[in-house]
Nanobody, 128 residues
Framework: EVQFVESGGGLVQAGGSLRLSCTAS????????MGWFRQAPGKEREGVAC????????YFEDSVKGRFTISSDNAENTVDLQMNNLQLEDTADYYC?????????????????????WGKGTLVTVSS
C-alpha cells in the first residue's frame, strides 16, 4: 500500500514563499518520479513540477519556471517543492504524486493519467 505524508501549504500574500514536502512509501516499482500537481476551483488538474529520484532530472510547468524549485532526498523518498514569488493564480489544492519513470518527465506530468498514486492534497492560498 502506497502511503503519503504531505506537509506545508497555507495562506500567503502575493510575492511570498511556501514550501511543500511529501514523503511516500510502498510503491511497487523501482524507478520513481515524484512531484506535485495542482487543481484550482473550476479548472483541470495540472502538473506543476516533478523529479526523477534516480537521475535527479526535473520538469516544471511553464508558469512556475524561475519561481519554483524541486528537490529530493532519495534515502527518505521525500520531495520538497519550494515556491517563491507566489501569485494569485497559484492558489489551488496541491497534490503529491508518484509515477513510474516509464516516459519523459514532461509526458508524464502533462497527462495525469500516467500517475499511479496520489496524496490527499494540501491547500495553497495566495492573497493580494
Amino acid at each position: 500500500e502506497v502511503q503519503f505524508v504531505e506537509s506545508g501549504g497555507g495562506l500567503v500574500q502575493a510575492g511570498g514563499s511556501l514550501r511543500l514536502s511529501c514523503t511516500a512509501s510502498g510503491f511497487p516499482f523501482d524507478d520513481v518520479v515524484m512531484g506535485w500537481f495542482r487543481q484550482a476551483p473550476g479548472k483541470e488538474r495540472e502538473g506543476v513540477a516533478c523529479i526523477s529520484l534516480s537521475e535527479r532530472s526535473t520538469y516544471f510547468e511553464d508558469s512556475v519556471k524561475g519561481r519554483f524549485t524541486i528537490s529530493s532526498d532519495n534515502a527518505e523518498n521525500t520531495v520538497d517543492l519550494q515556491m517563491n514569488n507566489l501569485q494569485l493564480e497559484d492558489t489551488a489544492d496541491y497534490y503529491c504524486a508518484v509515477a513510474e519513470y516509464s516516459k519523459p518527465l514532461k509526458v508524464l506530468w502533462d497527462n495525469y493519467a500516467d500517475v499511479h498514486y496520489w496524496g490527499k492534497g494540501t491547500l495553497v492560498t495566495v492573497s493580494s
